[in-house]
């Protein structure tokens, strides 16, 4: 089964391509790129891995749908969410803390996704969300790591020769 064939119904949601114009991890990067590169390197992990068809498909799908969260994280709205707790409370009502809980939660009203995705969506800010608990969810945790390394350090190139090209001006 093909990368399309497995994710084209989450891909074509409207509420998937809102995530186009969300930005994330800085540069010109978007939520929605993130969230394909990250199914990607998911589906590559999971087939290296050897894992069956159907969960290879199962942890491409969560891929997909782990930054599925709905909100702006840098907004002021969500900004004054996190200042209603305090101390070690408001650590932990940091979007880094809590979206992936929020992602496995909406993708769960408008998706089907089994207890295996579910865990592996809520799962994927380890070690900051809790403990990844099956292959699913550490195949995911991984390839959210590897491209958000790679974005990020994309973007600080990306900011790096901006400052550059702003010093010659």
Known sequence: MS??????????HPLFLEMQEMPHHGGENSLYIHSVDTAKCAC????????????????????????????????????????????????????AFIHGAHAAHRAGRFFELDARQRAAITSHMFPLAPFPTNSEAWVLTLADKWVASTEVSAAVGWQVRNFYQNLRK
């Open 3 to 12: 990368f399309l064939e497995m994710t084209e119904d989450i891909i074509n």
């Open 44 to 95: 590559k992990l999971a087939k290296a891995f050897h894992m069956r068809e159907d969960r290879v498909r199962a942890v491409t799908r969560a891929a997909l749908l782990h930054d599925f969260f709905g909100y702006d994280w840098q907004s002021d709205r969500h900004r004054r969410f996190t200042k209603r707790y305090t101390g070690w409370r408001r650590v932990t009502h940091m979007h």
